[in-house]
């Protein structure tokens, strides 16, 4: 054998953008989880936003006549009208505001949705203004895609959300290209009021940014319901899903509402991308969004699960909370038991069986010193998660 033949092949390298994409700490620490379940642990799911209950009945049996119709195949890459006609729907009823079905773009779970945005809206070195805590997938879709997240630090002194002056104060220290908020919010459930989103609509318009307003947790919320961005920038990108109100995470299934002149661009590279939301998936979430007494059932053991949670925590420690006005979230200050949330996140798993996500996946700045506990789940599992957690902290 010749020196040529002997020498080992080159590897060739990783995408750089790729290699910066941070971990989704909160699907490493369910992986975890699963994996002490494996070995015959019982643990309190309190780390991943998703339902225990499932998808409305009549999304069931809506995908299961499908299924027997025997063909399921390709839908417009927009997605089926019907579901499209009656998303539109949803804002006139809801929010009272006019919008074309031509400008919703049914998507693959939100997390398409993002990406679908952010290619149509943003160029490779733009700056995007995001919050923290936030969405750990919106800094990593962003940097996957060589767009800059810029984050603007939440504060207490204005209720923990995106302000106008916040934002327009980032832009005037560097141009953005674009800002993104979300109410309710992940981590925390903390919601904008009227005021606040109107007014970074305001800021986005006078200095020409794309707005990208995130309203996946519309729907789950516990006082005033949430507005959508649309009643004060009808340009705003709005970014919404099945999986949170209409528990049906793993049908991966959600929606854009677009500006006129996004709607071909966003159909082109959806075409491309991923052809068209499965079938089956629409045809379930059209049957969903008429069975609103059984969701707002399941919303209703939320709210009791979510009053208990206000009540016991501070009892064991954990008083320091953001307001949670929606969504399935308490986000939990545990400075005063740790610097490092990861660790704490881990010996919560391994020492009292409790998965939370920790901080650091939500703000990789002062998210050291916070806590994510979801009460998607069950009332008496969430209970006994904060017995264990009670229990541990002693």
């Not at 309190?44 to 009549?58: D, I, L, N």
């Not at 839908?75 to 019907?82: K, N, Q, R, W």
Request: proline content about 6%.
């Amino acid at each position: 054998m010749n020196d040529e033949t002997s020498r080992a092949p080159l590897a060739p390298a990783i995408a750089a953008r790729a290699e910066k994409v941070a971990p989704f700490l909160a699907m490493d620490v369910l992986a975890r989880a699963a994996a002490k379940e494996r070995a015959g642990d019982h643990v309190v799911h309190m780390e991943v936003g998703q339902p225990s209950a499932p998808a409305p009945r009549a999304a069931r049996e809506a995908a299961k006549a499908a299924i027997d119709v025997g063909r399921i195949g390709y839908t417009e890459a927009l997605g089926i009208a019907p579901l499209r006609e009656r998303i539109a729907r949803l804002y006139r009823d809801a929010y009272g505001v006019e919008v074309s079905p031509q400008r919703i773009v049914v998507t693959t779970g939100s997390s398409a949705g993002f990406v679908l945005a952010f290619l149509a809206q943003f160029e490779p070195g733009d700056r995007v203004a995001i919050t923290a805590p936030g969405y750990p997938a919106y800094r990593n879709i962003l940097e996957a895609l060589g767009v800059e997240p810029v984050t603007i630090p939440l504060e207490k002194a204005s209720g923990y959300v995106m302000t106008g002056a916040a934002l327009e104060a980032a832009h005037a220290a560097a141009p953005l290209e674009g800002a993104l908020a979300m109410s309710p919010a992940n981590p925390s459930g903390t919601m904008m009021d009227a005021a606040t989103l109107a007014d970074v609509g305001r800021v986005c318009r006078e200095k020409g940014l794309w707005f990208v307003s995130d309203e996946i947790y519309h729907g789950l919320t516990y006082g005033a319901p949430a507005e959508t961005a649309l009643r004060f920038d009808p340009d705003a990108v709005i970014v919404n899903s099945f999986s949170k109100y209409y528990c049906m995470t793993g049908w991966r299934i959600g929606w854009l509402v677009v500006p006129e002149r996004l709607v071909r661009v966003v159909e082109r590279l959806a075409q491309s991308l991923y052809i068209s939301a499965p079938y089956l998936s629409q045809v379930a979430a059209l049957a969903a969004m008429d069975a609103t007494e059984e969701l707002e059932a399941v919303k209703a053991g939320y709210a009791r699960t979510r009053a208990m949670l206000l009540d016991e925590l501070p009892r064991i420690g954990l008083d320091d909370l953001h307001p949670a006005d929606g969504a399935f979230y308490v986000y939990a200050n545990v400075a005063r038991f740790t610097n490092d949330s990861l660790d704490f996140s881990r010996r919560l798993l391994d020492e009292a069986g409790v998965a939370a996500t920790p901080g650091v996946d939500f703000d990789p700045i002062d998210g050291s010193h916070w806590l994510r506990l979801s009460f998607a789940g069950s009332f008496e599992e969430c209970r006994e998660g904060v017995r264990r957690i009670g229990a541990f902290l002693r």
